[in-house]
Structures are given as C-alpha cells and as structure tokens.
C-alpha cells in the first residue's frame, strides 16, 4: 500500500524558514512527479511547487525566489524549503505524487506550517 507521509511542519516566526519532508513508499519513486500544494484555513487549496521525475521545478508565483523544491530519489523523499515565510503561508501543506503515465495522485495527509509571531 502506498504512504505519502509529510513532516518538519510547525510554527515559525515571520521571516523564518522550515524543510518539509515527503516520504513516499513508491516503488520507482524516481519515476514520480512530486507535487506540494498548501491549503490556508478557510481557503481552497492552491499548487505551490512542482518537480519532475526529471527533477524539472515550477513554482507558484507567490512563492517563486523563496521556496526550493527538491529530491532525494535515494531516499524516496522530496523536500520543500521554505524561507522568509510569512503569515499569509500559513497552511496545511500536502505532498502528491503522480505519473505522467497514471492517472490520478497519491496524497499524503498534509503537515501544518503556521507563521505567526
């Protein structure tokens, strides 16, 4: 059965930094593309950052230039670092992972980041 777990959520003060973690029991976990979405409270979840299997990246505006994502296909997981944080990126934030071959995503159960001082 297929795991997505997230971790290295928390709280932060405004301008701090945190590295979420996506750990994923897939197998030909190098074959997946890896997604990070983040869901405000009281708001529709919304994409923030995206890495191929060709470890190609995209961002969401919002977060371009402060937010890195990233993979360590030896390890099964991906990461998101995330500086100069705000308040406005308070979230709970998911992990997704998808094939360009496959339809559909597996998710993980999200990790909450709250920036507040």
């Known amino acids: 059965q297929v795991q997505i777990v997230e971790s290295g959520g928390g709280l932060v003060h405004p301008g701090g930094s945190l590295r979420l973690s996506c750990a994923a029991s897939l197998g030909n976990f190098s074959m997946y593309n890896i997604v990070w979405y983040r869901q405000p409270p009281g708001k529709q979840r919304e994409f923030v950052a995206r890495i191929s299997s060709g470890s190609n990246t995209n961002y969401a505006d919002s977060v371009k230039g402060r937010f890195t994502i990233s993979r360590d296909n030896a390890k099964n997981t991906a990461y998101l670092q995330m500086n100069s944080l705000q308040p406005d990126d308070t979230a709970l934030y998911y992990c997704?992972?998808?094939?360009?071959?496959?339809?559909?995503?597996?998710w993980g159960q999200g990790t909450q980041v709250t920036v507040s001082s």
């Open positions: 997704a992972a998808n094939r360009d071959d496959l339809l559909g995503q597996f």
